[in-house]
């Protein structure tokens, strides 16, 4: 009997305990992507260099380097398909925009991400397209 007595709190944590995959967080891309929004030629950005970009999964992952130090940086990451089907493989534009809210002046670099789950619908099954990112030198390819 003192046997059982024993073995049940230990059968009940097995039994009740949570499943490891239960509590296991999400990619978390960060910022949205602003497909086709109005005033994508407009939009005015504060002064930033992009060292490098890449597409990862959802993810759309790019170090920057900016101005700051003390304040806040707003980063938004907008995409224009006007011209998008015009071209073999697709082309896609889009730009990084920085509303720099920090008066200091240390020169920063910054790692940003940006959830772009909303492109891969655009491909439309083929998985593939080219990104030209407004002030990067190069193309970047998002396929499977």
């Not at 082309?91 to 891969?120: G, P, R, Y």
Request: with cysteine; glycine share 8%; aromatic share 8%.
């Amino acid at each position: 009997m003192k046997k059982l007595v024993v073995l049940l709190p230990f059968l009940a944590l097995f039994l009740f305990s949570c499943d490891e995959t239960d509590d296991l967080p999400m990619e978390d891309c960060g910022i949205t992507l602003e497909l086709d929004q109005p005033g994508y030629d407009s939009t005015n950005s504060d002064d930033f260099d992009i060292q490098s970009a890449e597409v990862d999964g959802s993810c759309f992952r790019a170090t920057v380097t900016h101005g700051g130090g003390c304040g806040t940086q707003n980063w938004r990451l907008l995409a224009h398909t006007n011209d998008f089907p015009l071209s073999i493989p697709p082309l896609l534009n889009m730009k990084i925009v920085l509303d720099n809210q920090d008066t200091c002046e240390a020169l920063l670099t910054s790692e940003i991400s940006f959830d772009i789950q909303e492109l891969w619908d655009l491909t439309s099954g083929n998985g593939y397209m080219n990104i030209a990112l407004e002030g990067y030198n190069g193309v970047i390819a998002l396929d499977e």
